[in-house]
């Protein structure tokens, strides 16, 4: 069977609530290992479209393919074994406070019933490891951490099962700008270890121009853009120029060009 084109195919989406349309005739591909990022204004349904997109709710029309099997129209164990093959970074973390750091990442690996609690340890403490963290802190609280181990530990958990996919939802959010900093590193290396496809949805700039191969912008109801950021940076659109290209835009362009420059030692 030849691999499907899109590691994500949404053809014709249409989203509402009663008389309130949030999506009319919206079409976005994701493709296999890249980061695309979802920016819109307030009220353009991106968590929606991320809940749909995850099969927690359904559109009115239109239909969502992931790794070509439908989320739409397939039956509740298709989706469950589609879960299996993504991540989830929620962006409050979504940690179950009752568990330990260990427990809430190995959650996902004894949903499964099939793996010795040895091979759980040791997946464990590798997730762990890639997040920089240690086995004593597997023995914490959700309660006990800052945010951005917070932040931390819920990108173990969404890595525990070695996914092909990876939604992160806000994965900045609430983090000052060194711990920001700090994350999207952390992020950008897992990803060019790993080779996971990335949804990102962020409203956070610096993150977007630092992780994105390409964004989708959207508005009027539907994407107006898909592109690089340079592309979506030239599309004449009245909210590309506010969110883009306002006081906030220009100083994440000059920081990410600065970063640009360090990397690859230009003066």
Not at 22 to 33: A, C, P, T, W, Y
Not at 54 to 69: D, Q, T
Not at 243 to 261: K, M, Q, V
């Amino acid at each position: 069977m030849a691999e499907a084109p899109w590691i994500i195919d949404i053809r014709g989406l249409r989203t509402a609530f009663g008389s309130h349309v949030v999506h009319d005739n919206l079409s976005l591909q994701v493709r296999k290992g890249e980061i695309l990022t979802i920016v819109g204004g307030s009220g353009t349904g991106k968590t929606v479209l991320l809940r749909q997109i995850l099969g927690l709710s359904r559109p009115a029309a239109g239909s969502i393919k992931v790794f070509g099997a439908s989320v739409t129209q397939g039956s509740r164990q298709d989706l469950e074994q589609l879960r299996q093959r993504w991540g989830v970074l929620f962006q409050s973390g979504a940690l179950f406070s009752a568990l330990s750091v260990f427990d809430n990442i190995a959650l996902p690996l004894r949903e499964l019933r099939t793996l010795p609690a040895d091979l759980i340890r040791d997946v464990v403490l590798t997730r762990l490891a890639w997040v920089g963290l240690t086995a004593d802190d597997g023995n914490k609280r959700p309660s006990d951490l800052s945010g951005g181990m917070v932040k931390r530990v819920a990108l173990a958990r969404a890595l525990a099962l070695d996914p092909e996919l990876v939604f992160l939802d806000e994965p900045t959010a609430g983090l000052d700008p060194t711990r920001s900093d700090e994350f999207v590193e952390l992020i950008r290396r897992l990803h060019q270890q790993n080779g996971f496809t990335v949804v990102l949805v962020t409203h956070d700039l610096d993150t977007l121009f630092a992780l994105s191969d390409r964004v989708a912008v959207l508005a009027e109801r539907h994407v107006i853009v898909c592109a690089t950021p340079q592309e979506v940076l030239e599309f004449d659109h009245p909210f590309i120029q506010t969110f883009f290209l306002g006081e906030r835009g220009r100083r994440a362009l000059e920081a990410e060009a600065t970063a640009g420059s360090a990397v690859h030692g230009k003066p």
